[in-house]
């Protein structure tokens, strides 16, 4: 079956610099793949996703960049800001949403 | 609220109890789904629906879930004979079909099984 591995654990970067997160697959017939940002306490809330024909995507701030060959896909978010702190969660899915196979999430610490 | 809605957000009960939890969905949305989360971890899929139907099961699910969907709207998950093992965040999301299929979730509710 699908798995997603995730890195880094934890990201910590400076205020107004840039960070990146990347998640690898393992099934090729994966074609969505979404982005969760979870506040300690609160619900994942769906920043950004990508389909598999697609390369890339983008919203303000926010990219996700998919390289279907080698199997993996990452985000980008530049000039960072403290709200930006979270855990963010990367998943990849099949057929339907209920198939989401999701990674371990990455601590992303933004440091004033 | 237009949001996905849960109840309670937090329950504490001892080993052996069964306990019942509630989703409420986007009232427009006829996917529901169950995950389990635990501390650092992503979301485990539980369970789903479309409409009153509970499509998909997880192998991993023990026979002490059980979910309903009785008139394809709101959604209970039981536990029955709880284990601390059992402790975690369960969350509920819920989705349309025939478009994007983005995933809303509710706040959870918050097991802790002593």
């Given at each position: 079956?699908?798995?997603?591995?995730?890195?880094?654990?934890?990201?910590?970067?400076?205020?107004?610099?840039?960070?990146?997160?990347?998640?690898?697959?393992?099934?090729?017939?994966?074609?969505?793949?979404?982005?969760?940002k979870?506040?300690?306490?609160?619900?994942?809330?769906?920043?950004?996703?990508?389909?598999?024909?697609?390369?890339e995507?983008?919203d303000?701030?926010?990219?996700?960049?998919?390289?279907?060959?080698?199997?993996?896909?990452?985000?980008?978010?530049?000039?960072?800001?403290?709200?930006?702190?979270?855990?963010?969660?990367?998943?990849?899915?099949?057929?339907?949403?209920?198939?989401?196979?999701?990674?371990?999430?990455?601590?992303?610490?933004?440091?004033? | 609220?237009?949001?996905?809605?849960?109840?309670?957000?937090?329950?504490?009960?001892?080993?052996?109890?069964?306990?019942?939890?509630?989703?409420?969905?986007?009232?427009?949305?006829?996917?529901?789904?169950?995950?389990r989360?635990?501390?650092?971890?992503?979301?485990e899929?539980?369970?789903?629906?479309?409409?009153?139907?509970?499509?998909?099961?997880?192998?991993?699910?023990?026979?002490?879930?059980?979910?309903?969907?009785?008139?394809?709207?709101?959604s209970?998950?039981?536990?029955?004979?709880?284990?601390?093992?059992?402790?975690?965040?369960?969350?509920?999301a819920?989705?349309?079909?025939?478009?994007?299929?983005?995933?809303?979730?509710?706040?959870?509710?918050?097991?802790?099984?002593?």
């Open positions: 079956g699908e798995n997603v591995e995730q890195h880094p654990s934890t990201l910590s970067v400076q205020e107004g610099d840039s960070a990146v997160i990347k998640c690898t697959y393992s099934d090729s017939a994966s074609n969505y793949f979404p982005w969760y979870q506040e300690l306490g609160k619900r994942p809330q769906l920043i950004i996703d990508i389909r598999s024909n697609v390369g995507k983008k303000q701030r926010i990219a996700v960049t998919l390289n279907k060959t080698a199997k993996h896909f990452s985000l980008h978010i530049t000039e960072t800001q403290p709200e930006d702190s979270a855990v963010y969660f990367c998943a990849a899915s099949g057929n339907s949403n209920y198939q989401l196979i999701w990674g371990a999430g990455t601590k992303l610490i933004i440091k004033p | 609220d237009t949001g996905v809605s849960q109840n309670p957000r937090h329950k504490i009960t001892k080993r052996g109890q069964n306990v019942t939890f509630r989703c409420d969905p986007i009232s427009e949305h006829n996917r529901l789904y169950w995950y989360q635990t501390l650092g971890q992503g979301p899929f539980l369970t789903y629906f479309q409409n009153e139907a509970q499509l998909e099961k997880s192998r991993l699910l023990s026979d002490r879930f059980s979910a309903e969907r009785p008139k394809g709207s709101f209970t998950l039981e536990i029955q004979r709880t284990e601390q093992g059992d402790s975690a965040m369960y969350l509920c819920s989705s349309l079909t025939g478009g994007d299929e983005k995933l809303f979730f509710g706040s959870g509710t918050q097991l802790s099984v002593l």
